[in-house]
Nanobody, 122 residues
């Protein structure tokens, strides 16, 4: 049974930083593309970023390029999302996701966490 458990969300002022973590179990972590999505109130879930199985390739939505950084530690079965220069429009529930290796190109993921709330105050 695949489990993805996010942590690190919270309330932060605009311009601040947060680091999200996602601990994975039940899958061969080092074989999977991992990603982050988010869903703001009243909006559809949207892609934020992805990282290939090796960490050698990354993919970012235009809205977060230069502010967010995804990384992974395959020894710890954990993926991270460092979020800097946060804006009120970054407020959303952030979901960790896992997918096949091709997901780095397709942005299609198979496994999902429960989400963690990030709130950015102005």
């Amino acid at each position: 049974q695949v489990q993805l458990i996010e942590s690190g969300g919270g309330l932060v002022q605009a311009g601040g930083s947060l680091r999200l973590s996602c601990a994975a179990s039940g899958l061969t972590f080092s074989s999977y593309t991992m990603g982050w999505f988010r869903q703001a109130p009243g909006k559809e879930r949207e892609f934020v970023t992805g990282i290939s199985w090796s960490g050698g390739s990354t993919d970012y939505a235009d809205s977060v390029k230069g502010r967010f950084t995804i990384s992974r530690d395959n020894a710890k079965n954990t993926v991270y999302l460092q979020m800097n220069s946060l804006k009120p429009e970054d407020t959303a529930i952030y979901y960790c996701a896992g997918g096949a290796k091709l997901a780095i190109k397709t942005r299609r993921y198979d496994y999902w966490g429960q989400g963690t709330q990030v709130t950015v105050s102005s």
